[in-house]
């Protein structure tokens, strides 16, 4: 955390979003059937046996369509979700609809029944491709795609301006800072001008009222 001229305190991020989300959360709900299907793996002697490879796809696809669905079903009525980084959500949607099909055609057409190292190999490199790709999105350096932590970190730095001249900002102001950063027809001098303008007459007319 950092601390500002003004007393308030300010978290500050060592990881990036995306990256935690592929990598460290990730690994840490699905360690649980990767061990226990590389312990069978060995205990078979490079055998695949029949609870490793079930409980790796098992696990896949309740994660697919259950926990999408109850995400969807616990949404109060009258409210909706939007997904903050659309670019993102391709690529990692793409690459999970090509996991599956890499799946069907090692073991069902190239060769069946077998994986190779080649085969292994391969399938382990897709993973950096993934988290390199999504970051890449993330940080708006793939062609046709804006940065969302470049949006995010503008309008931080209009809420601290905000903060250190002892104004409170609230969830809704700062996504009218947001929607400010969005409109790229004007200068960003003139987006911040514009933004911290904005929030104070609002809370002007809030007291007038």
Known sequence: PTKLSCGHTVAVKVWNDTVANLTLMALGSSAPEIMLSVVELFGKKMYAGDLGPSTIVGSAAFNLL???????VVIPDGEKRSIKQPSVFLITAAFSLFAYLWLVLILSLITPDVV??????????????????????????LPGMRSNQEEDTKATLVRDELLEEGHEVTIGELKLLN???????????????????????????????
Do not use: H, M, Y
């Open 66 to 72: 259950v926990i999408i669905a109850v995400c969807v």
């Open 116 to 141: 190779t190292p080649v085969e292994g190999v391969l399938t382990f490199l897709f993973f950096p491709i993934l988290v390199v790709l999504a970051f890449l999105a993330d940080i708006g350096k």
């Open 179 to 209: 929607q400010i950063a969005d409109d790229e027809s004007k200068s960003w001098a003139q987006r911040r001008a514009q933004a911290t303008f904005g929030v104070k007459r609002g809370r002007n007319s809030q007291q007038v009222e």
